[in-house]
């Protein structure tokens, strides 16, 4: 058996140990690598996840005060309410634009073209009910058109948290 001298004279460490204890040093420096890489992936992946879930909040948030704006201005006639109305709208169609690339999984993507469509049903029935509203007061709105809107902003809603819903849902798989 060969012999390293290593240190003062009288000490004698075995090549065997003196390997043994390298190859475990390298085998733990591997280790804490493949570790941080997996820790890594694991954390750019949640950021993802949680990037989504405020976006899609976001997204309900903005249907809900859009339809708040405008029953604001159907009851009160502020000029201020019918500009926010249409800037929730808009809005909602840039966060939903913004959402859309982050979703991996198909059954997340189909609530975008739903959110697009009754987004653009918020487009379409505002200006009508707008229109109906005169400047003096008076004027008929549509309760049809209303309760339309409101579908139309609940559907953006719900279709917010099914996002939230299947992103946590991944999460926690």
Known sequence: MRVLEIGPPKTKINFWVVLAFLLSALLTVYLFELQRSTTSQVLEETEKQLKVVRIANSISSYAKRAEGHLLLFVILRNPMDREKFFKRVESVAKLNREIAPLLTNNNQSKHIARIEASNQRLKELGPKVFDAV????????????????????????????????????????
């Open 134 to 173: 005169k400047s003096d007061g008076s004027g008929n709105v549509e309760p049809g058109n209303i309760r339309l809107l409101h579908a139309a902003s609940s559907n953006i809603r719900k279709e917010g948290v099914l996002i939230v819903d299947a992103t946590t849902e991944l999460v926690a798989c």
